[in-house]
């Protein structure tokens, strides 16, 4: 099968590898010693703290924060790593911008400028020394349990229920553990492969097995994982990009946003990957923002996202938006995709955009049209759950809400034994803190049925 790029240049033509390189160094440098000292001190250690209300995954922000400022990095790391065992690639990742640092009241002062909470997390956890894991397994229990899916959610569940003394297998369709953080991130937010450096550490725990190459609905079945273990977490990422729609989307030049990133992610040589000179990139999440933003730094001439609503309605942050402008990237508001141009070869020639409007709160076509040229369009109008992945009987007997597994307050699907969390459930958003959140408080439930159980026997 050939790709859907393979006739456009290397991004490495012609441009300096070493500068090519330093493109994707990190976003945000982190602060020095001094710099987080100074920092820790601008809290004010609020003692009914907002920005802990705003933590998706409830880490006591004051109180790592006040250890920082004493000095005291291995208790600031352990204080986040208790609540975020992912704590240093969220710190990388998290929109802190809209989440804690937005509630920080620093905000309603003088100074106007929140604390960088964000960084100081970073730096609790970069600088952590610990002369062995800093959570103890306890005792073993004999229970095993199953997780499928070892991404944010799936890693944050396994390590929960190890410390519980559960022995925990999780079983991963690709070759490298860590989900959105390891395929799905964009390069410059993550770098120096510490995706996989965090899962290094996180399974110094111990009584973790990762197998790869099991996908749900094709090698591995829920019926089997619910005979052979105590009980199931399914941690199921969102597996397919929603199309456009239109004649001609599997012409050459088309390629979802999160297809390229993964490449991305995952090249050796990033000047050996396709570079597009003009670029489209269609939707207004931070993936849209993540996919422009590389594309330029790749070397792009022109990057165009382009969006069918206003600014205001954009899911990207503003903070995102800020970061594509900074690097040159035009965005285009209130224009829906109409059709895509092709030229003599059916190759990708550029795309034709309706003009909109909001009438009523409905949107709405102005009759008028934009063509915008392009050798390659990506879209990032967001993914689906992929339903293969629960294509087998069982599987199909879980309720679904909004297209996703339904859940109760405590992750429990309606089938005994069977949690799921993260991406794959209904509740909130897409974000990597939040399924941290629900691997961590899913393995707290599975734990305590377990537990339930076992006393009742």
């Not at 550490?201 to 619910?226: A, C, P, T, V, Y």
């Not at 109760?408 to 399924?435: E, M, W």
């Amino acid at each position: 099968m050939t790709h859907p790029l393979d006739h456009l240049p290397r991004a490495g033509h012609g441009s300096d590898s070493t500068s090519l390189e330093a493109n994707f160094s990190d976003l945000h440098p982190p602060l020095t010693q001094r710099q987080a000292f100074i920092e820790s001190q601008r809290c004010l250690y609020c003692y009914d703290a907002p920005c802990v209300e705003a933590c998706p995954s409830d880490i006591d922000i004051p109180r790592f924060i006040r250890e920082i400022a004493e000095d005291n990095i291995n208790g600031a790391a352990q204080t986040i790593l208790e609540e975020n065992i992912l704590g240093g690639s969220c710190a990388r990742v998290c929109p802190t911008e809209i989440l804690c640092e937005q509630s920080c009241v620093r905000n309603h002062d003088a100074e106007c400028q929140p604390v960088l909470i964000g960084l100081l997390q970073r730096h609790a956890v970069d600088h952590m020394h610990f002369d062995g894991h800093p959570f103890l397994r306890a005792a073993d229990t004999g229970k095993h349990i199953a997780i499928v899916g070892a991404g944010p959610a799936g890693l944050s569940c396994a390590h929960r229920l190890a410390t519980f003394g559960h022995q925990v297998t999780i079983f991963e369709a690709e070759a490298k553990p860590g989900g959105l953080n390891e395929y799905g991130i964009a390069k410059y937010k993550l770098v120096d492969d510490y995706a996989q450096k965090e899962i290094a550490f996180l399974l110094e725990i111990g009584g973790i097995e990762i197998r790869h190459g099991k996908r749900l609905g094709d090698n591995l079945d829920l019926e089997s994982l619910q005979r052979d273990y105590d009980s199931v977490f399914l941690g199921l990422g969102l597996g397919t990009s929603r199309q456009l729609g239109l004649t001609g989307e599997h012409a050459e030049g088309l390629m979802p946003a999160t297809d390229y990133i993964k490449e991305l992610r995952q090249s050796d040589d990033i000047g050996d990957l396709a570079l597009a000179q003009r670029c489209v990139v269609i939707g207004a999440g931070n993936t849209a923002i993540d996919m422009a933003v590389q594309m330029a730094r790749l070397g792009a001439d022109a990057v165009t996202l382009v969006y069918r609503r206003g600014v205001e309605a954009m899911a990207a942050t503003g903070h995102e938006q800020e970061i594509a402008k900074a690097n040159g990237v035009r965005i285009v508001t209130w224009a829906q995709p109409e059709r895509i141009l092709l030229d003599d070869a059916e190759r990708l020639a550029g795309m034709r955009f309706a003009r909109t409007e909001s009438r009523g709160g409905a949107l709405a076509a102005t009759g008028e049209t934009l063509d915008i040229p392009a050798d390659a369009v990506f879209t990032a109008i967001g993914q689906a759950f992929d339903d293969a992945s629960l294509s087998d009987v069982r599987a199909n007997q879980l309720s679904r809400e909004a297209g996703k597994i339904e859940v109760d307050g405590n992750f429990r699907t309606r089938l005994a034994g069977v949690y799921a969390g993260g991406d794959c459930i209904a509740a909130g958003q897409d974000l990597t803190v939040q399924a941290v959140q629900h691997g961590k408080l899913a393995a707290q439930a599975i734990h305590n049925e377990i537990m339930a159980q076992q006393e009742v026997a």
